[in-house]
């Protein structure tokens, strides 16, 4: 899985146009982007969009070299997909970047917008309860990622990792896993009790849209091109 | 299994779309089940319990590209809607994180919230006929044969795609093999990783069943008290 931590502090510390930009407009640019990969029949328009994706990022100063090294992710599948179906080039090429465009445009918005940001434009639509738990599994995940990490730690110091005895690593793997959970759960207790003396009424993340900014054009930009070559190069 | 790591722009635009009318109409059927329920404390709950299962997915075992889902764990604990609901969020936080498609998101969710309803209720099915390991590692492993078998349907008629390709007849039949050997290399390869889930599944809910019994039998599951 992709560094939560990291992609968490780029999105929190960044102050480039893109990360000035609203979560609104950067949303609607990755919904551009993936029309553009859901309508093309062509790998030329979208390696184009890949190339101009990747100017965009590097101009707004976003970490472009492991935004494109996390777009390659689900490259793999698609490749495994595309070999599958005994296709030539033209196809594994079209799957290719069917599969990395949008994956680029996805993570260039989560570099640059903190999840609450995008949590509270998807309270607007999206019903109280799932809202609310989006944003407690967020918070709850950074949390759990720690203890995951440290509890790795501890049990190869203590020699629990054997290589090649899946039964020993299992039984560990599966009290560290039982033992997380209960101690989620315990803290998610408390932070409920925490939350209700302060007066949480059963909603947590604030729906807002968010302004306008004069920096939209670049994400609306941007996608609105890699659509356009889509819909023109055919 | 559980989950497609197809990305957006590969599945036909129906299938995808048919995913995510299948998965608001069980995420409001859900929804409704839940409306007498005081969520204000399950919020919490529902919150530790995704994560927990995005955190379960860090752990892969590379040699036969499975990782863990913790899938049936969050439908014994959370109950049936509640945790189609939390199926909901791990996949839209996996799809935050760049990790699987937006397109294939209805779908996604369906194959996960599938192994939570039917891991809770296989689950609570078998109650005192098995030791609490057993029936979740029994769970586990109906469930994830159940969920690939889904996963193979839903491959086998995405197959039907290649005039996205532009070669319809030649396709024809090596869509049909390669389904199949799809369905060979997913059954068998995965069933490796269903023992290994079930085995953890089962370890888990032990585990829980033994030193927090309580998170057994919450007010979710009326009627069913911890055993062990």
Known sequence: MIDVARIDHWAATGSG?????????????????????????????LAAGYALLLIAATASRLPWSTV?????????????????LRGGAWMYGLLFFKAVTPAFAMVMLIVSTPYPKIFSLMSTFLPEIIASGLFMT???????????????????????????????????????????????????????????????????????????????????????????????WK | MTH????????????????????????????LQLRNIDMKRKIPLLGAVAAAMLVAMNLEIFIIGYHINLSVAAGILLGPALG?????????????????????????????????????????????????????????????FVATLLLIGIVAVSRVNPALFGHEEEHAGAIRDSVRMFAAVVLSFGSIGWVIEAAITGSVMKFISQVKPDLLGHVLHRGTSAEK
């Open chain 2, 84 to 144: 189609f609901v939390a199926a909901f969020i791990a996949n839209v936080m996996l799809a935050l994180m760049g990790h699987g498609g937006i397109t294939v998101l209805g779908l996604n969710t369906f194959l996960l919230g599938s192994e939570a309803v039917l891991g809770h209720t296989v689950f609570f099915l078998l109650k005192k006929r098995l030791p609490v390991f057993w029936r979740a590692a029994t769970a586990t492993v109906l469930t994830q």
């Open chain 2, 4 to 31: 497609m790591h197809i990305p957006d722009g590969i599945l036909p635009v129906w299938l995808w779309v048919s995913g995510f009318i299948l998965m608001a109409f069980i995420l409001g059927f859900s929804l």
């Open chain 1, 17 to 45: 146009p893109f990360h000035r930009a609203s979560a609104f407009s950067k949303s609607l640019f990755v919904g551009l982007v993936v029309t553009a990969a859901v309508m093309s029949k062509n790998p030329y328009p």
């Open chain 1, 68 to 84: 494109a090294l996390f777009s390659l992710y689900p490259a793999v599948f698609a490749v495994l997909y595309g070999l599958s």
């Open chain 1, 138 to 232: 967020y918070r709850t995940l950074f949390i759990l990622l720690d203890m995951m990490n440290s509890f790795a730690a501890a049990i190869r110091l203590r020699g629990g990792f054997s290589p090649g005895s899946l039964a020993k690593n299992s039984s560990n793997i599966s009290k560290g896993l039982a033992m997380l959970l209960i101690r989620a759960v315990e803290r998610a207790t408390r932070l409920y009790a925490v939350m209700a003396v302060r007066g949480y009424n059963g909603s947590m993340a604030e729906a807002r849209i968010g302004r306008p900014s004069r920096h939209d054009w670049l994400p609306i930009g941007a996608g609105t091109a890699v659509l356009m070559l889509v819909v023109v």
